[in-house]
T-cell receptor, first 117, second 109 residues
Framework: GAVVSQHPSRVICKSGTSVKIECRSL??????MFWYRQFPKKSLMLMAT?????????EQGVEKDKFLINHASLTLSTLTVTSAHPEDSSFYIC?????????????FGPGTRLLVL | GQNIDQPTEMTATEGAIVQINCTYQ??????LFWYQQHAGEAPTFLSY????GLEEKGRFSSFLSRSKGYSYLLLKELQMKDSASYLC??????????FGTGTRLKVLA
């Protein structure tokens, strides 16, 4: 149980285009989903907290207009990187916190590797 | 401020025991997590400590001392597949994780 999927797993795009990444909790409902960014050999940096039906909460220094988050249901959150630039190239990971059970625990998706040319 | 420290890298030999330390200074504390992450993959859950003491799960154990702001992850009978990054994360009331810097463990034959 507690499986989180992300799609796509890898994406290459041209500078200036927008990229949408989906995060789904497959076998549980998630009150909250989180979006992280990870640079090579570094730890995870929280970008934003996404709650179903409400606006996302962004961490300091993260541009909300650049990283659009939509949490349409208890099993789906999307992150759209708008007008992507090469410096946005990174590994993006989502996680989901279950409604039931161990509510402190987050389950992570497999990540999406974004390369902006 | 929020600060969570781990050693950057560690090396150990197959079959040995290794202890990865994590010290934290956070405004509030709900619990401490350990995750394992192989390169290019998602972190996978290893353990969760809320109360002081040792939690054992097979070859992995995790210890917490809240008064000292200290935790460690103990890996026994090391295997090559244990080569990975180990991430310590603290929650402090908002369900958000504050991640440590991560420790890259290399297991040598």
């Amino acid at each position: 149980g507690a499986v989180v999927s992300q799609h796509p797993s890898r994406v290459i795009c041209k500078s200036g285009t927008s990229v949408k990444i989906e995060c789904r909790s497959l076998d549980f409902q998630a009150t909250t989903m989180f979006w992280y960014r990870q640079f090579p050999k570094k730890s995870l940096m929280l970008m934003a907290t996404s709650n179903e039906g409400s606006k996302a909460t962004y961490e300091q220094g993260v541009e909300k207009d650049k990283f659009l988050i939509n949490h349409a249901s208890l099993t789906l959150s999307t992150l759209t990187v708008t007008s992507a630039h090469p410096e946005d190239s990174s590994f993006y990971i989502c996680s989901a916190r279950p409604v039931e059970g161990e509510r402190e625990t987050q389950y992570f998706g497999p990540g999406t590797r974004l390369l902006v040319l | 401020g929020q600060n969570i420290d781990q050693p950057t890298e560690m090396t150990a030999t197959e079959g040995a025991i290794v202890q990865i330390n994590c010290t934290y200074q956070t405004s509030g504390f709900n619990g401490l997590f350990w995750y394992q992450q192989h390169a290019g993959e998602a972190p996978t859950f290893l353990s969760y400590n809320v109360l002081d003491g040792l939690e054992e799960k097979g070859r992995f154990s995790s210890f917490l001392s809240r008064s000292k702001g200290y935790s460690y992850l103990l890996l026994k009978e090391l295997q090559m597949k244990d080569s990975a990054s180990y991430l310590c994360a603290v929650t402090s009331g908002t369900y958000k994780y504050i991640f440590g810097t991560g420790t890259r463990l290399k297991v040598l034959a």
